[in-house]
């Protein structure tokens, strides 16, 4: 690995450590309402003119998510989770936008910190950092879809070194590294010393696996139903 990769895989870990942080998630300041709002600013930017199905950013959300490569409807199901598509929320820990993205990852990809407040440019860094997350993951490809989602859903929110410690005590004992639900059961013994103090693992600790599988399954579950909603508008 090029030593430019290893920097980047230690950015993406404390990065998405850092927005795994239960105090960060506790402290946000979000509200129901703005789901279904946006502010005069961003309806100035935005080319908007019909109805929107999911929310107000569902054209942004489909331009970026294809030029991405990634699945609007997942991004906006990420988008509630984090933010309930409060455009303007920053965390505690500095976490941005709708996608709540922290600075290094602006950096990352040449975006200046005053820019991660735009609702297309915060959108298009959590597409950049979801297709990073997979690539860095390696994941078989015949690997059901499901459980690459939540495995990659897992990595935003708990750290994708976490992750990658379970997937490597998955493997070691024989299990499938691929499956949500046995990388989950590892990410859960993390917590325990006999676990965490193995020379398999190398990120340490874990105690966050019940805060992750959350939302895992929140995600999980409103990516179904808007794919549903979608569906019923055909």
């Not at 019909?50 to 331009?63: H, K, T, W």
Request: hydrophobic residues 40%.
């Amino acid at each position: 690995m090029s030593k430019k990769a290893v920097v980047f895989s230690i950015v993406l870990f404390v990065l998405i450590t850092f927005m795994a942080s239960d105090a960060c998630r506790q402290d946000m300041a979000v509200s129901a309402a703005a789901a279904n709002r946006m502010t005069a600013a961003d309806a100035a930017d935005s080319s908007t003119t019909q109805e929107y199905l999911i929310s107000a950013y569902d054209d942004v959300m489909r331009r970026v998510g294809e030029e991405e490569g990634q699945d609007w409807l997942l991004m906006s199901a990420i988008a509630y989770s984090e933010s309930r598509f409060e455009s303007d929320l920053v965390s505690k820990q500095g976490a941005v936008g709708l996608m709540q993205v922290m600075p290094i990852v602006g950096k990352q990809f040449n975006v200046a910190k005053e820019h991660l407040m735009d609702p297309e440019t915060n959108i298009r860094l959590a597409g950049k950092l979801l297709n990073e997350i997979d690539d860095m993951l390696k994941l078989s490809p015949a690997t059901p879809v499901n459980d690459r989602l939540s495995i990659i859903l897992a990595c935003y929110n708990g750290g994708i070194g976490h992750v990658s410690d379970a997937r490597r005590l998955a493997r070691n004992n024989g299990e499938d590294p691929n499956s949500w639900e046995v990388v989950a059961r590892y990410l859960d013994m993390k917590a325990d010393p006999e676990v965490y103090e193995s020379e398999l693992v190398r990120y340490g600790k874990f105690t966050g696996s019940r805060q992750t599988k959350s939302y895992v399954q929140e995600v999980m579950q409103r990516y179904d139903t808007y794919r549903r909603m979608v569906a019923d508008r055909s």
